[in-house]
């Protein structure tokens, strides 16, 4: 069964790490944002009912209850099998809690990235650890049981004890799923950008070295596996049961409808993407225009490798995948990147460290 991505792309800051298409809004655009998206959704042509959703950005937390019951009450398919909620730190209360439980929200991803007030400080974000613990309990007391909790590793001022810190941190929430990125060094973030530039601002030449992101992500992976957290995905870590359905899908390449600014769609055969800022999309609404941007065929056998390969379980190559990519299957599998066992295709614990240099020889 497809799912649904709802993008609400306003914060009430833009972090220093932060490479999305989000920002905190202009007076009545998020208003008239919300307008257009329960447009796009009411003009759909549902050929399915979704199994999931998810209500991403920015930060739908910030949201209100009417917003996010308008865009809910849009799509059909409700109670879901799962329905996500991306939620800021300190953005929780029993109210609200109680609120999302009711509107169909089984789920809830705490954009936390740390529990050290040195790194949250850099970085712009406002929450201690404390503000966490309080809104998970909150979330529990809603029955909003399915939890994740965001980590980065490569923050400025990080280091083994600070990340260690963290960790445990999760551990003592006891949360049934933990998503860790390693952070993204590029022009689409501010810090990003200062790091390229060579400058100092936002902590730019206090983060660490790659090969202690390595070793923050290899500790992570070590100490999830001992409290019961098994990586079934890259960057994702989960108890049994507590897997993200929806997020799977796209690893699975199974459908998928996205509604707002910059969401993706796809629906076996074609990517659709919406225009990226919030503005542009809001625009197109007011002059009745489509809004996406471009619409492009998947290459599926390529895409295949490139989002399996992300799984734990890896895939199960067909023999024309595998005479066609022999080249680089037999190379990673010499090199130790990847093992073949009973015909399913993964990578290694190496692999995965190595893993962008792996997929990019599956892409033509």
Not at 131 to 147: S, W
């Amino acid at each position: 069964m497809a799912g649904v991505y709802v993008s609400y792309p306003f914060c009430d800051q833009k972090c220093t790490y932060c490479n999305f298409a989000s920002g905190v809004p202009s007076a009545g655009l998020e208003s008239e944002y919300i307008n257009a998206v329960t447009a796009e959704i009411a003009a759909h042509r549902w050929q399915w009912s979704p199994e999931t959703v998810y209500f991403g950005g920015g930060t739908p937390s910030r949201a209100s209850i009417r917003q996010l019951n308008r865009l809910l009450d849009a799509i059909p398919g409700r109670p879901w099998k799962e329905a996500t909620i991306e939620v800021a730190p300190g953005t929780v209360t029993p109210g609200n809690a109680q609120a999302w439980k009711g509107a169909g929200i089984t789920r809830a991803s705490l954009g936390v990235q740390s529990f050290v007030s040195r790194e949250l400080v850099r970085t712009g974000r406002k929450h201690t650890s404390e503000t966490v613990a309080r809104d998970v309990e909150q979330l529990r007391e809603a029955g909003i049981d399915h939890i994740n909790i965001d980590l980065i590793a490569g923050l400025p001022f990080q280091n083994e004890a600070s990340w260690r810190e963290s960790l445990h941190w999760v551990g003592r929430l006891e949360v049934g799923h933990v998503s860790v990125y390693m952070l993204e060094v590029d022009a689409g973030s501010r810090l990003g950008l200062e790091i390229l530039k060579g400058g100092a601002r936002y902590g730019a030449r206090d983060i660490p070295d790659d090969d202690c992101i390595a070793s923050f992500y290899q500790e992570a992976v070590e100490y999830l596996h001992r409290i019961g957290l098994r990586r079934y995905e890259i960057s994702n870590f989960a108890r049994p049961g507590f897997e993200s359905c929806h997020n799977l899908k796209y690893w699975r390449l199974e459908p998928y409808i996205g509604f707002g600014a910059d969401a993706h769609s796809f629906d076996g055969k074609t990517r659709r993407r919406n225009v990226e800022s919030a503005g542009e999309y809001v625009d197109r609404f007011r002059r009745g225009m489509d809004p996406c941007a471009s619409e492009t065929p998947a290459e599926l056998a390529e895409e295949r490798f490139f989002v399996g390969l992300r799984l734990e379980e890896g895939i199960r190559p067909a023999a024309p995948e595998l005479v066609r990519f022999a080249d680089p299957i037999r190379r990673f599998l010499e090199d130790g990147l990847l093992v073949m066992e009973g015909g399913l295709l993964r990578l290694t614990n190496r692999g995965v460290l190595l893993s962008n240099e792996v997929f990019q020889e599956f892409l033509t």
